[in-house]
């Protein structure tokens, strides 16, 4: 199980929730954050951060957000597990779901 950055973050970006990560396991992308699944240790430090409570307990995801869950996960398909977004860096791209989502602001 793990945590995941759904639909709210596209565009934002705050960044509150890599700052409160332990593991430092959330990467960022063009458009929004991701949450590697193999890197969470499900702390939950990262959700009470978000200002715009886009980050959800694998399970709790809304209906409407449960292709986040996917996207999370094929997000870090060709990255693997680089073992740190620090080292990282933001990385060129976003998951098909986020790059076509619509502008938001």
Known sequence: M????????????????????????IYEGERALYIHP?????C?????ACPVEAIFYEDDVPGQWRGYLAANAEFFTELGSPGGAARTGPVAGDHPL???APQVG
């Not at 960044?15 to 990560?21: R, T, W």
């Not at 193999?38 to 499900?42: A, I, M, Q, W």
């Open 2 to 25: 793990t945590y995941v950055i759904a639909q709210p973050c596209t565009d934002v970006k705050d960044k509150s929730c890599i700052e409160e990560c332990p593991v430092d396991c």
């Open 44 to 48: 939950g430090a990262c959700e009470p």
């Open 98 to 100: 986020v790059s076509g």
């Open 38 to 42: 193999d890197e969470c240790v499900d």
